[in-house]
T-cell receptor, first 114, second 111 residues
């Protein structure tokens, strides 16, 4: 069965420092991986996806993610964090069983301190 | 606004009452999904429509839940005889390719 793990409930980083939010996955076949961000009282916003191709994927708001097949990881990164990046981040994998439904991790709260 | 919209945004109901939520997807998107999100968890899949056909339902979707998408446009999710365990955020998403675009959600509180 497909699954996603986000090992950190919360990540704290100082503004201007690089940030990493970790995600590992378990899938049968080739993984289709996604990152979403959720701000308070709002729905999820799509950040980026990995389907195939380059292992470094660039997305919205300066975020990028690195796909590592051997480590089954898809960590979200940003070179310089902003206070406005503080939010809840979800990693997701597309279910290989069809119809493209997403299986989400439990989420990681990112707190960027001034 | 051309994004996914959901109404109402908040719903408070008493246990045993019926509730209905509406989702209006992005107009050209033929795929529509419903998810449920509880506090501290990621969204969990409930059901999927391709155009007007409901093609997949999760085991989470008990027989008190029903969803429709008439004419492949908007969708409704109805919960009958609500229970306190139904309290959650109900999210709708639509897509035409790989990524799904989510609405703001309907927060249901059952008292």
């Amino acid at each position: 069965a497909q699954s996603v793990a986000q090992p950190e409930d919360q990540v704290n980083v100082a503004e201007g420092n690089p940030l990493t939010v970790k995600c590992t996955y378990s899938v049968s076949g080739n993984p289709y991986l996604f990152w979403y961000v959720q701000y308070p009282n709002r729905g999820l916003q799509f950040l980026l996806k990995y389907i195939t191709g380059d292992n470094l994927v660039k997305g919205s708001y300066g975020f990028e993610a690195e796909f590592n097949k051997s480590q089954t990881s898809f960590h979200l990164k940003k070179p310089s964090a902003l206070v406005s990046d503080s939010a809840l981040y979800f990693c997701a994998v597309r279910d290989a069983g069809g119809y493209n439904k997403l299986i989400f991790g439990a989420g990681t709260r990112l707190a960027v301190h001034p | 606004d051309t994004g996914v919209s959901q109404n109402p945004r908040h719903k408070i109901t008493k246990r045993g009452q019926n509730v209905t939520f509406r989702c209006d997807p992005i107009s050209e998107h033929n795929r529509l999904y419903w998810y449920r999100q509880t506090l501290g968890q990621g969204p969990e899949f409930l059901t999927y429509f391709q155009n007007e056909a409901q093609l997949e339902k999760s085991r989470l979707l008990s027989d008190r839940f029903s969803a429709e998408r008439p004419k492949g446009s908007f969708s409704t999710l109805e919960i009958q005889r609500t229970e306190q365990g139904d309290s959650a955020m109900y999210l709708c998403a639509s897509s035409i390719r790989d990524e799904q675009y989510f609405g703001p959600g309907t927060r249901l509180t059952v008292t």
